[in-house]
């Protein structure tokens, strides 16, 4: 089935450090992929919607050049926490939407971000 | 706009028990609904889906009917296991590929052997 990979699985970096966070789709193509922040025990809130070849929609409230989203092929994206700092913790999640139209999105395992 | 609403947890049931999660939508158009499980420390997986009405979705025991009369969407299985223990959300989307999905605020479910 499809499968999404999200790397890394855990990463715990100091104040001030920007981190990359990579999500792929294995065995299909996205066009559109989307980035969601979860916080313990809460729903998943979406973050901005990765388009392939243009710019990152995001949602009310998320600042663009703090969370920066770049897909660079029909296969990755990537979210980049820039200057992380304490308050950015947090368990993210990306998923992607096989181009199919009526099929759903595949999520990725998370990734979860410790700024010291 | 849309929206999901599902019954608060925890959830706490013996093995064998039966199980209902209620999940209610608010939605125009005509949406596709899901049901995702998250296991601790894991990501989300889809667990069943219905992309119109009185489709049944099921798996792994597990089934929800899309009953648009009612919106809803009610997770059900006949005997639950102690490794059903996780977080569920139900949630809807558009048909358009670049719908978002809309999540309720998850039910955590917690199985006792």
């Known amino acids: 089935g499809a499968v999404v990979s999200q790397h890394p699985s855990w990463v715990i970096c100091k104040s001030g450090t920007s981190v990359k966070i990579e999500c792929r789709s294995l065995?299909?193509?996205?066009?559109?992929m989307f980035w969601y922040r979860q916080f313990p025990k809460q729903s998943l809130m979406l973050m901005a919607t990765?388009?392939?070849?243009?710019?990152?929609?995001?949602e009310q409230g998320v600042e663009k050049d703090k969370f920066l989203i770049n897909h660079a092929s029909l296969t990755l994206s990537t979210l980049t926490v820039t200057s992380a700092h304490p308050e950015d913790s947090s368990f993210y999640i990306c998923?992607?939407?096989?181009?199919?139209?009526?099929?759903?999105?595949?999520f990725g395992d998370g990734t979860r971000l410790s700024i010291l | 706009g849309n929206s999901v609403t599902q019954m608060e947890g925890p959830v706490t049931l013996s093995e064998e028990a039966f199980l209902t999660i209620n999940c209610t939508y608010t939605?125009?158009?005509?949406?596709?609904l899901f049901w995702y499980v998250q296991y601790p420390g894991e990501g989300l997986q889809l667990l069943l889906k219905a992309t119109k009405a009185d489709d049944k979705g099921s798996n792994k025991g597990f089934e929800a009917t899309y009953r648009k009369e009612t919106t809803s969407f009610h997770l059900e299985k006949g005997s639950v296991q102690v490794s059903d223990s996780a977080v569920y959300f139900c949630?809807?989307?558009?048909?358009?590929?670049?719908?978002?999905?809309?999540f309720g605020k998850g039910t955590r479910l917690h199985i006792l052997p």
């Open positions: 939605a125009t158009g005509y949406p596709s």
């Open positions: 990765s388009n392939e070849g243009s710019k990152a929609t995001y």
């Open positions: 949630a809807l989307s558009g048909r358009n590929r670049d719908d978002k999905i809309i």
């Open positions: 998923s992607a939407r096989d181009i199919t139209v009526n099929q759903p999105q595949h």
């Open positions: 065995d299909f193509q996205a066009t559109t």
